[in-house]
């Protein structure tokens, strides 16, 4: 092969393995699978969901996320996170930026309201190359509108 046929197959199995993580959390999510979750992040991750949610971002381990985020979608009755309009950005051979749009729908039966909530924006993710693969550094999560039950976030908690 050339080195212009090796690099132009190199960038387009890049993009695949980096659209593949993208999806692999929406699954690992949805199915409750946590090891597929965590394979999707870097040993240290930093998360934020501060536009929408007010949460400030944070600096941890890809472990502590999983067990952060493992209770909270595990207490709704059903989620489904669709990822879709993936744009890949590299900014050299081993950085890119993601930035793909987001409905997440969280469903949880609550005799006070609505049973459902869906959440509608974009995630813009940083990935690093790693030696098991393209892992996600970055996580942010831009909540663009929401409707629905925002309560059943709190309710999905409580016993």
Not at 7 to 32: C, F, K, M, N, P
Not at 129 to 155: D, E, P, V, Y
Request: with cysteine; aromatic share 12%; proline share 4%.
């Amino acid at each position: 092969m050339t080195t212009s046929t090796e690099s132009s197959l190199r960038y387009l199995l890049d993009r695949a393995e980096i659209a593949d993580v993208q999806l692999r959390y929406a699954t690992g999510t949805d199915s409750r699978d946590w090891d597929l979750f965590r394979s999707c992040f870097t040993d240290e991750v930093e998360v934020d969901f501060s536009e929408g949610f007010g949460q400030p971002v944070v600096r941890l381990s890809a472990d502590d996320w999983v067990k952060a985020t493992a209770p909270r979608m595990e207490s709704f009755q059903a989620t489904q996170h669709m990822i879709t309009n993936v744009v890949i950005t590299f900014e050299d051979d081993d950085h890119a930026t993601v930035v793909a749009y987001v409905r997440a729908r969280h469903h949880l039966p609550n005799p006070t309201g609505s049973p459902d909530q869906t959440v509608y924006g974009h995630y813009t993710n940083k990935f690093v190359r790693t030696a098991s693969g393209w892992r996600i550094s970055t996580l942010k999560l831009t909540a663009t509108w929401m409707t629905g039950n925002f309560g059943i976030f709190q309710s999905a908690l409580t016993p």
